[in-house]
């Protein structure tokens, strides 16, 4: 991290959300939505979320951010000119800031994060034993299949959340190898 009292970064953002009154279909309101989730993703691939639309950088993602902010205004590009050809306009531009936060500010901004991902964790464990409950009724071939599915991405996003943690020196780090232990639980109680 740099000079001058620099300790790290934040990413503050606003997206245009599916509750807008000119989205009359469902169509369309799924249209924003999907745009929305992805973008949140993106944004979220960064670090750790500190409140609802705070990210807290990982060191080795400050570099990624222009990409991030590139991403996200052409998705919504994407999206404004496909709605204009159904004859809907929204005026509202997604806002993105990214901010350098002092020593005093980035230890704040980790106490937040700190609390985000322990309430992560807390629903993620739940999530995981109710799936390792009910693996003894499901039966379904592809009904397994979606399970594993959702399991992987779910691994794949809490190892990256493993590096962010570390990465950040946040306590819970060794939590996220508890949750992922669980997730690899249920993916081998998945295949019996």
């Known amino acids: 991290m740099s000079g001058d009292g620099v300790m790290g970064k934040i990413v503050v953002y ?42 807290l950088v990982s060191p080795s993602c400050e570099n990624e951010i222009e990409d991030a902010i590139n991403y996200v205004n ?22 993105i800031r990214v901010l350098d936060t002092t020593v ?24 995981i034993n109710q799936i390792l409950e009910s693996l003894v009724e499901i039966t379904e071939t592809a009904q397994r299949r979606r399970i594993r599915a959702r ?9 990256r959340l493993r590096e962010a943690t570390t990465q950040l020196q946040l306590r819970s780090a060794s939590d996220v190898e508890y949750v992922l232990e669980l997730i690899d639980q249920a993916l081998s109680r998945l295949e019996e």
Request: charged share 40%; aromatic share 8%; proline share 1%.
């Open 14 to 55: 606003d997206l245009v959300s599916e509750n807008n009154v000119r989205l009359v279909s469902r169509e369309l309101r799924d249209k924003v939505r999907t745009v929305r989730v992805l973008c949140t993703e993106k944004l979220h691939s960064l670090g750790v979320m500190c409140t609802e639309s705070v990210i």
């Open 74 to 95: 052409r998705k919504y590009e994407e999206l404004f000119r496909e709605l204009e050809a159904y004859g809907v306009s929204i005026e509202w531009r997604p806002i």
């Open 104 to 127: 005093e500010q980035f230890e704040a901004f980790r106490e937040l994060a700190e609390r985000q991902i322990v309430s992560r964790i807390d629903e993620t464990v739940e999530r």
């Open 151 to 159: 399991l992987l991405d779910l691994r794949r996003e809490w190892r």
